[in-house]
């Protein structure tokens, strides 16, 4: 069996999936499988994927599924994968040709049950890395330990042991609310156990505009507050976090409450005192996110 799945949840993306394909076909180690999940798109992607299964190139796995938002992709993925390791590689993104070769090398030589699994760098279309390399002496490190101690603080590739991932999905949401981001589940598996660190490309990004995803947050704390909320409630809680994370996701996770017209001081809440003397700063939150959602 293969050690990697590369799985791709996507919705009427059909004019990026190319991309995608194309990189797989061009990796230089074949020891995975590709897993599209596809939330109902009605552009011809489940045409173009059963070209792509026809041509027997690798193995490719091809579930259609009702319109359900992002998370429900990866609980799908979650449910379905077999191979020991995976990792997400979005429609719009694609692989260097090398990635497969490097994660299955790191794996083989280094890995275990010690670990989450393995982190590197995303790149920018540029052929730069996001917020540049890992410190250049850093082997391994805890997810979480990355942005709060400022190791690195732009996004990172993770290819995770599909164990710890089906041992926290499904991602349980809510009804209307399509925003809840799979990281969710990514900062609870990787909670305790920290990551090997490949300082190189394993996954070429393209970003939209910064003001387009600036204004699309705010939206989607509207749309999706009571999903916010719950990430907060766990980044509160985690065996790895600090006063200040605590302080900022307290100050988040009131804000979301009164969106979701929901009490912040419930037994779920981890810091209940601290999001207390916090109110006032979490409801001046509130009033700038009512207002740039305009």
């Not at 992002?70 to 995976?86: H, P, Q, S």
């Not at 003001?211 to 947050?217: A, E, P, R, W």
């Not at 979701?260 to 037994?267: D, I, K, L, V």
Request: charged share 25%; proline share 4%; with cysteine.
């Amino acid at each position: 069996m293969e050690l990697l799945t590369v799985f791709t949840p996507t919705y009427n993306r059909a004019h990026t999936l190319p991309r995608v394909y194309d990189s797989l076909c061009r990796q230089t180690c074949k020891n995975f499988r590709w897993l599209v999940i596809d939330d109902g798109s009605t552009d011809g992607t489940e045409e173009l994927i059963t070209q792509y299964i026809h041509s027997n190139t690798f193995r490719i796995d091809y579930i259609k599924k009702e319109n359900g938002g992002l998370y429900t992709g990866y609980n799908t993925a979650y449910a379905n994968i077999e191979t020991e390791l995976n990792v997400c590689i979005d429609s719009d993104d694609f692989m260097p040709d090398d990635a497969v070769e490097i994660i299955s090398k790191t794996w083989k030589e280094r890995g275990g049950d010690q670990y989450a699994g393995i982190v590197g760098l995303d790149f920018l279309m540029n052929g730069e890395p996001i917020s540049g390399y890992f410190p250049s002496d850093l082997k391994e490190v805890y997810l979480f330990d990355l942005k709060s101690k400022r190791l690195h603080t732009g996004d990172s590739k993770q290819v995770m042991r599909t164990d710890l991932m089906r041992s926290v999905a499904p991602q349980v949401g809510f009804e209307g609310e399509k925003d809840f981001n799979p990281y969710y589940m990514l900062i609870k598996a990787a909670d305790t156990l920290p990551m090997i660190v490949v300082n190189k490309n394993l996954c070429f990004v393209e970003y939209q505009e910064s003001d387009s995803m600036s204004k699309n947050i705010y939206r989607q704390y509207i749309r999706s507050p009571k999903s916010f909320a719950k990430t907060r409630e766990l980044e509160m809680g985690l065996s790895r976090t600090t006063f200040k994370h605590q302080i900022r996701s307290a100050i988040h996770y009131i804000a979301e409450c009164r969106l979701a017209n929901q009490s912040p001081f419930t037994h779920r809440n981890p810091c209940r005192l601290l999001t207390l003397a916090l109110y006032p700063m979490g409801m001046a939150l509130y009033l700038h996110i009512k207002h740039k959602s305009k």
